[in-house]
């Protein structure tokens, strides 16, 4: 797949290597059933009302999920979480349907699951949708907020993830 891609296309992903991301699993509930995803491609847009938005790419298996659904949580993970990050990127062998049996999965309170122990989770609803190339655009109204301050990051660099840990 990658000796399809264009010069430039690759000078690009090298360059997208090099800026850091947070790491991100966002979650859906909802009549197309229950998803997740790891995703990095996730940014504040404003705080009024407050909205984020997340970049899905078109082909994922969980597309369809993610835009019929009507609750999307975005799971900004703590730095000990990579065994989240990895499971939801399918970097495992674990089975779609068994990928939300960890407790700290919590199902029921917020209408898309969120995970305990993350950095951040922000709960919200689709406002709109913008078309780019492979991948669509989701701006996330951001309904409910939960913090977890006394915990690190984790970043996507140069192909690897690195923890940041605020305690260290």
């Known amino acids: 797949m990658t000796a399809d891609l264009s010069p430039a296309q690759r000078k690009f992903r090298a360059a997208m290597a090099n800026l850091s991301a947070g790491v991100n699993v966002v979650t859906t509930d909802g009549k197309r059933g229950r998803a997740g995803t790891t995703v990095s491609a996730v940014c504040s847009v404003t705080d009024t009302p407050p909205t984020m938005i997340v970049c899905i790419n078109k082909s994922a298996t969980s597309y369809d999920a993610f835009v019929e659904n009507d609750g999307i949580a975005i799971?900004?993970?703590?730095?000990?979480?990579?065994?989240?990050?990895?499971?939801?990127?399918?970097?495992?062998?674990?089975?779609?349907?068994?990928?939300?049996?960890?407790?700290?999965?919590?199902?029921?309170?917020?209408?898309?699951?969120?995970?305990?122990?993350?950095?951040?989770?922000?709960?919200?609803?689709?406002?709109?949708v913008s078309h780019q190339g492979s991948h669509s655009v989701l701006f996330i109204?951001?309904?409910?907020?939960?913090?977890?301050?006394?915990?690190?990051?984790?970043?996507?660099?140069?192909?690897?993830?690195?923890?940041i840990n605020v305690n260290a």
Do not use: C, M
């Open 141 to 163: 109204e951001v309904e409910t907020v939960v913090t977890n301050p006394d915990t690190g990051g984790l970043v996507y660099f140069q192909h690897k993830f690195h923890s």
């Open 75 to 128: 799971n900004v993970l703590a730095h000990e979480q990579e065994d989240i990050a990895l499971l939801f990127a399918n970097a495992t062998d674990t089975p779609r349907v068994k990928r939300f049996d960890d407790p700290r999965w919590d199902l029921e309170t917020y209408g898309a699951p969120v995970l305990s122990g993350a950095a951040a989770s922000l709960v919200g609803r689709i406002a709109s």
